[in-house]
């Protein structure tokens, strides 16, 4: 299928844990962006990367960081899970700048923090 | 402050029928708008896009219409088909401070009752 793909699937983790959510592209675009969904509030940025090592926040950053040492590879973590951290996490990935032909994006990653 | 809305959480059309689904924005700097569609379980994909210097975009059974002076779009889906139940996002990309992302609308969860 289309090369992205986020591990894990689903997480469940305690509060106060670090935790690291994978996304892996096998497209070689320059751009990685990594969003969360929550009711009422649609995709929101959290990072996002324009090539190795060159990474820049979004619109929800706090208790975020991400790297980028490969291009195929843009983690996020989470250094001390919160309960408002609870979310769908995905990953999208562009070629373009402007993505005005849209992102794809990966399937998901459904975290729980207890 | 939200720079997309989509004012209308939900919808539901009978099918065979259009839908209309609406997203406004507020910042001028916007190039590309974008349209998302997401099942459950499953990451958002790409369904229509439309620039800035158009009005219309047309693709198989889905339009979108741009309205510059109104800073509105909306998304026309005739006919209505009971696979087209999802949520669609509204997006919008531009040079708005240096950079370009995605920036989504909260949703707009449609229904096609058979």
């Known amino acids: 299928d289309a090369g992205i793909t986020q591990s894990p699937r689903h997480k469940v983790t305690e509060t106060g844990t670090p935790v690291t959510l994978r996304c892996h592209q096998t497209?070689?675009?320059?751009?990685m962006y990594w969003y969360r969904q929550d009711p009422g509030h649609g995709l929101r940025l959290i990072h996002y990367?324009?090539?190795?090592?060159?990474?820049d926040k979004g619109e929800v950053s706090d208790g975020y960081s991400v790297s980028r040492s490969k291009t195929e590879d843009f983690l996020l973590t989470l250094e001390s899970a919160t309960s408002s951290q609870t979310s769908v996490y995905f990953c999208?990935?562009?070629?373009?700048?402007?993505?005005?032909?849209?992102?794809?994006f990966g399937s998901g990653t459904r975290l729980t923090v207890v | 402050d939200q720079q997309v809305k989509q004012n209308s959480p939900s919808l539901s059309v009978q099918e065979g029928r259009i839908s209309i689904l609406n997203c406004d924005y507020t910042n001028s700097m916007f190039d590309y708008f974008l349209w998302y569609k997401k099942y459950p379980a499953e990451g958002p994909t790409f369904l229509i896009s439309?620039?800035?210097?158009?009005d219309k975009n047309e693709d198989g059974r889905f339009t979108v219409f741009l309205n510059k002076s109104a800073k509105h779009l909306s998304l026309h889906i005739v006919p209505s088909q009971p696979g087209d139940s999802a949520v669609y996002f509204c997006a919008a990309s531009g040079n708005t401070d240096s950079s370009y992302k995605l920036i989504f609308g909260s949703g707009t969860r449609l229904l096609v009752r058979p």
């Open positions: 497209e070689n675009h320059r751009y």
């Open positions: 439309i620039s800035s210097i158009k």
């Open positions: 990367s324009y090539g190795v090592k060159d990474t």
């Open positions: 999208a990935i562009s070629d373009t700048r402007e993505g005005a032909y849209g992102y794809t």
